[in-house]
């Protein structure tokens, strides 16, 4: 398993603050949070592609650190999970959004940089 100490989310390319049509990959190059961490970790496209968490994707499954899935990663932590919820609320300021985002991934040793 490939360990990513620090990755970048592209405000651009940013899903968010979508909770009803959230994925981890939209056919328009769109991610969420947990979209750009699996790039970070080499997870495929086509993997993430309209899927709606990490225990739904095998090819994340595959490259995702222990603290993302249990129970034979068949479910998403509560981790992971809080993370879907943070990204995909719609009525949460970006600013918050942010410094939430970080904070959890900063709980688990790694840095995320946001840009553009």
């Known amino acids: ?6 990755f970048t989310i592209k405000r651009s ?6 909770d009803l049509n959230s994925c981890l990959l939209k056919k328009n190059g769109h991610k969420c949070c947990l979209g ?3 790039q970070a970790l080499g997870v495929s496209n086509a993997a993430m592609r309209d899927v709606g968490s990490p225990c739904e ?4 499954k595959e490259k995702a650190p222990e603290w993302m899935l249990h129970l034979g990663n068949k479910l998403d932590s509560t981790i ?7 990204n995909d609320e719609y009525c949460l300021p970006q600013a918050q959004r942010e410094k939430d985002i970080a904070k959890i991934f ?10 553009d």
């Open 106 to 115: 900063k709980e688990q040793g790694v840095k995320v940089k946001f840009v």
């Open 57 to 60: 994707s095998d090819g994340y």
């Open 80 to 86: 992971t999970e809080k993370l879907m919820r943070i």
């Open 13 to 18: 390319k940013w899903l968010r603050g979508d």
């Open 1 to 6: 398993m490939k360990t990513v100490k620090e």
């Open 36 to 38: 750009f961490y699996g």
